[in-house]
């Protein structure tokens, strides 16, 4: 049971990590949008994983409060400030480092090998888009 609520977390996390990438690639120039946008699609493709893992056959699950709240102070401040490139990237930067963390924690848990290699090469694919997000960023 604690294994299969330790995937749930960090489902929620992948989602919330999915939320960002597809957010801010509306506020970016096209170029860096595009990148995004697949970094996104990514995530999404790891969340439907997961969710057959823990067995979800309903409807995908919808991310955090926190979430939501960071997407609308996000609007605010475009609003009020206007679209900037470095923010944007920034805030999937940050992202992006939280779902590692998630990753990193999850993975401490003892699993059996072939979820274990699953998580490690995401959690290794998420290492390669930090990379990515920092060339987009600087």
């Given amino acids: 049971m604690k294994n299969a609520n330790a995937l749930r977390r960090l489902i929620s996390t992948c989602v919330d990590d999915e939320r960002t990438l597809q957010h801010e690639s509306k506020i970016v120039d096209e170029g860096r949008a595009g990148t995004l946008r697949r970094l996104a699609r990514g995530r999404g493709k790891f ?6 893992l823990v067995g979800h056959t309903q409807r995908r699950a919808s991310g955090s409060w926190a979430e939501l709240l960071r ?12 679209r900037n490139n470095g923010d944007a990237v920034a805030m999937c930067r940050h992202s992006c480092a939280r779902t590692a963390a998630r990753f990193d ?8 090998d072939a979820i274990r290699n699953m998580l490690e090469g995401q959690r290794r694919r998420v290492q390669d888009e930090s ?8």
């Fill in 47 to 52: 969340v439907d994983e997961l969710e057959q």
């Fill in 71 to 82: 997407e609308a102070g996000r609007r605010v401040q475009v609003v009020a400030a206007g």
């Fill in 105 to 112: 924690q999850t993975m401490r848990k003892p699993w059996p």
């Fill in 131 to 138: 990379a990515e997000l920092d060339q987009l960023q600087f």
